[in-house]
C-alpha cells in the first residue's frame, strides 16, 4: 500500500533554513511526482511546488520560488523540500502529496502526515 | 494564476441533511476539479476527482458536479465522520485551493 512517511517537526529561528523529507513505500517511485502544501495554524492549504521524482524537474508557486527548492533521491525513494531565509508567516504544517510525473492535470491521491515547522526567535 | 472561490465559508448541519458547496474558478477549468476533505489534525484525502470521479472508497453519499468555472460537492445524508473541512482545488494550471468550507454541527 502507498505509504508517505514524513520527518519530524522542526523549530527554527527567522533566517534560517529547513529541510523537510517524505520517503515514499509501496508504488514505483520514479511514475510519480510530489507536489508540496502548506497549511499555516487555522489556514488553508496552500500549493507551494512540484517535481518530477525521474528527472527533477520542477514547477514553483511564484511566490515562494527565490527561496524554496525541491528534490528527490532515487536510491531512497525520498522527497525534499528546502525552505530559506525564514520568517514567522513560514510557520505552518508542511504535506508532501503524490501526483502524476507529468506535472500536469491529476490530483494528489496520497498525502504524508504533515511536518510541523516552527519559526521563532 | 487561477484563483479558487467556495462557498460558504462555513455551514451548520445536522445528521442525515443534505449540504452543498460550491466552488468558482476565476477562468474555465475545464473539468480539472478536485474535492479534498481535511478532518482537524489530519492531512487531506482525495474524496473526487475530474468534477464527479469518486476516489476508491469514498462513499457514494459524496457526489460532484459542474463544469467550467462552476462546481459543487454535495453530500447527501451526512454522518458523524463528515463534519471536517472540504477544499476544491483546480489542476488545470498547476494547482490552486479554495479557501475551504467548515462543516459543523448544528
Known amino acids: 500500500q502507498v505509504h508517505l512517511e514524513q520527518s519530524g517537526a522542526e523549530v527554527r529561528e527567522p533566517g534560517a533554513s529547513v529541510k523537510v523529507s517524505c520517503k515514499a513505500s509501496?508504488?514505483?517511485?520514479?511514475?510519480?511526482?510530489f507536489s508540496w502544501v502548506r497549511q499555516a495554524p487555522g489556514q488553508g492549504l496552500e500549493w507551494m511546488g512540484w517535481?518530477?521524482?525521474?528527472?527533477?524537474?520542477?514547477n514553483y508557486a511564484p511566490t515562494l520560488q527565490d527561496r524554496f527548492s525541491l528534490t528527490t533521491d532515487t536510491a531512497t525513494k525520498t522527497a525534499y523540500m528546502e525552505l530559506r531565509s525564514l520568517i514567522s508567516d513560514d510557520t505552518a504544517v508542511y504535506f508532501c502529496?503524490?501526483?502524476?510525473?507529468?506535472?500536469?492535470?491529476?490530483?494528489?491521491?496520497?498525502w504524508g502526515q504533515g511536518t510541523l515547522v516552527t519559526v521563532s526567535p | 494564476d487561477i484563483q479558487m472561490t467556495q462557498s460558504p465559508s462555513s455551514l451548520s448541519a445536522s445528521v442525515g441533511d443534505k449540504v452543498t458547496i460550491t466552488c468558482r474558478a476565476s477562468?474555465?477549468?475545464?473539468?480539472?476539479l478536485n474535492w479534498y476533505q481535511q478532518r482537524p489534525g489530519k492531512a487531506p484525502k482525495l474524496l473526487i476527482y475530474s468534477v464527479s470521479t469518486l476516489q476508491s472508497g469514498v462513499p457514494s453519499r459524496f457526489s460532484g458536479s459542474g463544469s467550467g468555472t462552476d462546481f459543487t460537492l454535495t453530500i447527501i445524508s451526512l454522518q458523524p465522520e463528515d463534519f471536517a473541512t472540504y477544499y476544491c482545488q483546480q489542476s488545470y494550471s498547476s494547482w490552486t485551493f479554495g479557501q475551504g468550507t467548515v462543516v459543523e454541527v448544528k
Open positions: 517535481i518530477n521524482s525521474n528527472t527533477g524537474s520542477t
Open positions: 502529496a503524490r501526483t502524476d510525473a507529468s506535472g500536469n492535470s491529476d490530483p494528489f491521491d496520497f
Open positions: 509501496g508504488y514505483t517511485f520514479i511514475t510519480y511526482g
Open positions: 477562468r474555465s477549468i475545464t473539468n480539472y
